[in-house]
């Protein structure tokens, strides 16, 4: 190769290493899925937080019962949800595929799971409310079944999509270790 302005080796036009510059496809797919996987797990951590502040306020009646309600049954295994997240976060450096597929198991056990015993143990209470317009538990003037219900579909869109992406960035790792094993 040349350098900048000067000679170019004899019989080239300085543009036949540009094949050697462009990065594997899908090592470029494996950093733009673990900034989303990223993305979503911070996501996930706000929520976990916010479950946690209202559990502990509930709790230690921190604030009056009308204000914030204690918590539903599902609220508690959901809080085992970090562990996934965090065995997420552990996969990212080294690509550590049995990491990444702990978590996403551990994710439907402790994220999706809690939330579709807690969509079922929350519907009586919503259509009581959608009915007769009937609250009983309240989160600073809201009702308890709807900020709920919002938080619920919040993260498990947060969750599916954390899974989604994980299995792409599953296959991309698979893709990566075979073409390693064909050299």
């Known amino acids: 190769m040349a350098s900048r302005g000067g000679p170019r080796a004899a019989g080239t036009d300085g543009s036949d290493f540009q094949h050697r510059e462009r990065v594997a496809s899908h090592y470029q797919m494996s950093v733009t ?40 049954q599902w609220e508690y295994p959901y809080m085992l949800s970090i562990l996934p997240s965090l065995l997420g976060l552990l996969s990212f450096p080294r690509n ?28 009586p209470m919503a259509q009581q409310l959608y009915r007769h317009g009937k609250a009983y538990r309240f989160i600073f003037g809201f009702s308890a079944v709807s900020v709920m219900y919002l938080v619920v579909v919040v993260a498990a869109q947060v969750h599916g999509w954390q899974l989604y992406y994980s299995k792409k960035l599953l296959d991309s790792w698979f893709t990566s270790t075979q073409e390693k094993k064909k050299k």
């Open 33 to 72: 899925l673990k900034s989303e996987i990223k993305k979503l797990i911070y996501t996930h951590v706000v929520l976990w937080l916010l479950l946690l502040a209202q559990m502990v306020v509930g709790h230690l009646k921190l604030l009056p019962h009308d204000q914030v309600a204690m918590p539903y």
């Open 96 to 123: 550590n595929i049995s990491y990444l597929v702990l978590s996403m198991i551990s994710t439907g056990l402790f994220s999706m799971a809690p939330l579709i015993y807690g969509a079922m143990e929350m519907f």
